[in-house]
């Protein structure tokens, strides 16, 4: 099994980081704009990116202020399974975002590229608390011609 | 051992791209302007970043317009011992980047530090190749109010 971790700070309170991972409006301003669903622990997200579908999220936790974790329950098999988890914590004047999405089951090419990818959507949501905007799907960076 | 996993295409030639990896030249043009040293197998580069040091590699393998191979032999003691290597190909109008940063002793925060920051530098390289300009410390991106 292999992880992808991802680390940040945000110049923003801890309540707006945490409000743009645990609603549904809030991740739609920096992931995809195709955010719809239910964002209560036990509820199902679906996150949709145009015509190249996208996933359905499982929410196993939300504490407030502190942490929000999903598990993928449909969308690419490599996704099916794994786990993201968003740890905050205030750190001097940032909001730290600490990033996993574990249970890779092959450390590949396509792990590779979403670690990427992973890192511009946190580049969003540190954009996004600290200006108001972000570059959420289908505004997003893409990082190579093949794969987005 | 943990490794950090990076995939990114630029629409560049291979040549260009294995010239901004192999060469100290064009890595000051996306890593870090502090570069010098000698870049050829068997050399020791030296990446400087101010005031906070930087890191020894020591170029292990070099195979053109295929690999680049460094270990770090000098810096962070969570570095030294480490191998970054860059494995590149053709992808339709792309060049491919594979970045590994492999044998972390522990996946800690610093590691997950490290991972978003190498993704700020891969787009850095990507820029640097299509358009002329990186974004090279000190022009680098911050992603945190504490580790830069």
Redo the contacts between chains.
Sequence with gaps: M????????A?APLEKVYDALATCDGLAGWWTTGTTGESAVGGTIQFRFGDTGGFDMKVLDQRPNERVEWEVTDGDPAWIGTRITFDLRR????T?V???HEGWRE?G?F???C??KW??Y??SL?RLVETGTGTPYPRD?R?????H
Excluded: C, N, Q, Y
């Design positions: 292999a992880d992808i971790l991802h680390r940040i700070g110049t750190e001097g004047d940032d730290l600490l990033f996993k450390p090419e792990m590779s590229h670690t990427t890192a511009t946190m580049l540190k960076v990082i190579s011609g093949d794969w």
